[in-house]
């Protein structure tokens, strides 16, 4: 079993940035691909960012790239995502997945930090 849990969201105005954390227990976040996700009122929820278990390899949401960086310490057992130039947009329960499925180590979610930006 592995547990997340999220922290770091909060009100800030448009422009402003935010770093969020996921802090790892259980098992080592070096054994999953850890990504933050986010849903809005009334939608679905969407990718944001991965970093693959290696460290070797990250990507983004369109929406993101350039904005959003993610990033993990080992050392700490935590996923952090640096988020700059938010936008109204960006407005959302942010949540951290680790999945490692593929090697029958499953899938466990964080129960969601709440990001709100002012216009």
């Known amino acids: 079993q592995v547990q997340l849990v999220e922290s770091g969201g909060g009100l800030v105005q448009a422009g402003g940035s935010l770093r969020l954390s996921c802090v790892a227990s259980?098992?080592?976040?070096?054994?999953?691909?850890m990504s933050w996700y986010r849903q809005a009122p009334g939608r679905e929820r969407e990718f944001v960012a991965v970093?693959?278990?290696?460290?070797?390899?990250?990507n983004y949401a369109d929406s993101v790239k350039g904005r959003f960086t993610i990033s993990r310490d080992v050392a700490k057992n935590t996923l952090y995502l640096q988020m700059n130039n938010l936008e109204p947009e960006d407005s959302a329960i942010y949540y951290c997945n680790a999945d490692r499925r593929s090697y029958g180590l499953g899938e466990y979610w964080g129960q969601g930090t709440q990001v709100t930006v002012s216009s």
């Open positions: 970093i693959r278990w290696s460290g070797r390899s990250t």
């Open positions: 259980g098992r080592a976040l070096s054994d999953y691909d």
